[in-house]
């Protein structure tokens, strides 16, 4: 089993399995929360390196909306505030 555990304050600990049921993200374009399997989230690199499109913005990626894959790159880059170098 997996979960996630937060300290409440000193005399209380929460502990929740993570299931299928209950993993969220939110679409870093739209800001949509959305439901994500992380097996396959996790099936092509890191939790923490990846990003989960909503059904529409992932659409709008396919369909070339946005531009350039690399200028969608920049797009979350700024929006997130992170260092083009890295």
Do not use: Q, W
């Amino acid at each position: 089993m997996f979960y996630v555990k937060e300290n409440v304050n000193d005399a209380l600990e929460m502990k929740i399995e993570i299931s299928d049921e209950n993993v969220y993200t939110t679409c870093p374009v739209c800001l949509k929360e959305i439901s994500v399997d992380l097996s396959e989230v996790l099936k092509d690199g890191d939790l923490f390196a990846t990003s989960v499109l909503c059904s529409k913005c992932s659409r709008k990626l396919k369909n070339g909306e946005f531009g350039e894959a690399h200028k969608f790159h920049d797009f979350l880059s700024k929006l997130y505030g992170e260092d083009e170098d890295e």
